[in-house]
């Protein structure tokens, strides 16, 4: 492979938070879109990569690091300087982290793809709305918890931005683009308007505006669709 990091990646994704990431740090990386409308994720190039068929994935000298949660460790580690996670200075403060982390990866992002993709979860197409008004409450559950938090601090771990608040800002992204009720969440309304400003967040769209040509040159642009209304 490259000397160069390489992250496998798809627009709209959780492979955003990566892309910002490595922004962020600033030194040179290269990317490889995977199609989904293609099948790309299912593909033999890319299951060599991640054999679980998921973005993100970075090959780096180090061998392939997938899971976002593990890619954004990795990356703090390596370049400490860029500031993606504070140091672990004590066992509570590094505990924090994986705590944020975990909260992404573990309890949002699942409860995203059901609101997002509810007609992918169940075989049965009448299922859809009920998943997705269930994963909604879910969801309005566990961001209130941010929402009081982000009333009172302006990011997600206190006076400094960290990668976390790339990916919480993903999530609301997702979310919100597909029509979750923004209305008692002021403070991370707030959040996503400061956290999309950042020159590293503006960079990640691009490359993912440019993976959007891409696709539409191959007529493989991504269209949601519908979503009912629960019953
Ligand atoms: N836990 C993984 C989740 C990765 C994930 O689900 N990625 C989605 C895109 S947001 C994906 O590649 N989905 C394709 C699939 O599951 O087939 C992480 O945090 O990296």
């Known amino acids: 492979m490259s000397a160069r990091p390489v992250l496998w990646f798809a627009p709209q994704t959780c492979a955003r938070v990566a892309l910002t990431a490595l922004e962020e740090i600033g030194e040179p990386f290269e990317t490889r879109l995977v199609a989904f409308m293609a099948g790309e994720h299912r593909g033999e190039e890319f299951l060599a990569v991640n054999p679980a068929g998921k973005v993100p994935a970075l090959e780096t000298a180090h061998g392939v690091i997938v899971q976002n949660g593990a890619i954004l460790t990795f990356l703090a580690q390596r370049h400490p300087q860029a500031g993606l996670l504070p140091r672990p200075e004590d066992a509570a403060r590094s505990t924090q982290v994986f705590e944020e982390l975990f909260r992404c990866s573990s309890d949002l992002h699942p409860l995203v793809t059901r609101f997002v993709m509810s007609g992918m979860i169940s075989t049965r197409a009448d299922d859809a709305p009920r998943i997705r008004a269930k994963a909604g409450e879910g969801l309005a559950i566990q ?89």
């Open 143 to 231: 961001l209130t918890v941010l929402e009081q938090r982000l009333s009172a601090q302006p990011w997600m771990l206190g006076e400094d931005w960290s990668i976390l608040d790339a990916y919480l800002a993903w999530i609301w992204f997702r979310i919100t683009g597909a029509g979750f009720e923004q209305t008692k969440f002021p403070a991370l309304q707030q959040h996503y308007a400061t956290a999309s400003q950042r020159p590293s967040a503006q960079a990640a769209l691009r490359h993912e505006e440019k993976a959007q040509d891409e696709l539409r040159a191959r007529g493989l642009h991504f269209q949601p669709p519908p979503v009912g209304k629960p019953d």
